[in-house]
């Protein structure tokens, strides 16, 4: 591997992910992606919301808005991320951080520690081995 | 920087990222987000669906799952993108590779290049001078 053909994203406290810069282009620092999905009450699997509005959502939207991380970070909806035993959930791209059972009053943390100085907030953190497998022991 | 200390998230044809292995635990091998955004007729910034609904999201999954990438690859519903005078829009971590303009009969490009072979589909991707700013010229 030539290193003179990579290059940093990202410095300082940040954590450090080197791309090729001819495939890669973040243009967001930061992309955060809140599960919004809302299921009938009888379904098999839970919701991360009960009604399709998040107010954690809007609290990491207005937070990090207030951290003057408005044009370098977004805070996006989304449809379900299929982790839903772990829920609420939140994943954060490029790095593909995933948080479970995010509650708003988690929002100023993860603002201020994750997406201001790059330090993943390893309490909410979904263990791998529940991450993206039928076998996760949470699942029913 | 020690190289010892970096682990390879992909190899062969797709795209090389590097990642700490302490800070980046990316589960799906690529995460595509599609907007499904719905605007009433008369706002000012189109919409990337005009019902919520996309046949092209549902390409995606379909071809995604034939082609065998059912458990390696997530196709996501997302709300907006804020590309919205380059929609519909697609984005795809962590390359973070924006596609705009994007149509159902370009789904099975995107699946057979981009998310089997990791090859970007040039063809589709938004300049970088169009993203995430007011100045993109596109933009009213």
Known sequence: MKIS???PLDRGLRPLLWVRGDLCL???ERHVFVCHNARPAD???PSCTSDGRSELHTQLQ????????GARVRINKSGCLDQCEHGPMVV???EAVWYGNVRPEDAAEIVAEHLAAGRPVERLRVADECLNTNSCPHRG
């Open 5 to 7: 053909s990579w290059r």
């Open 26 to 28: 973040p243009k967001f």
């Open 43 to 45: 379904a098999p699997r």
């Open 62 to 69: 207005q937070l990090a808005k207030a951290a003057g991380l």
């Open 92 to 94: 954060v791209y490029p």
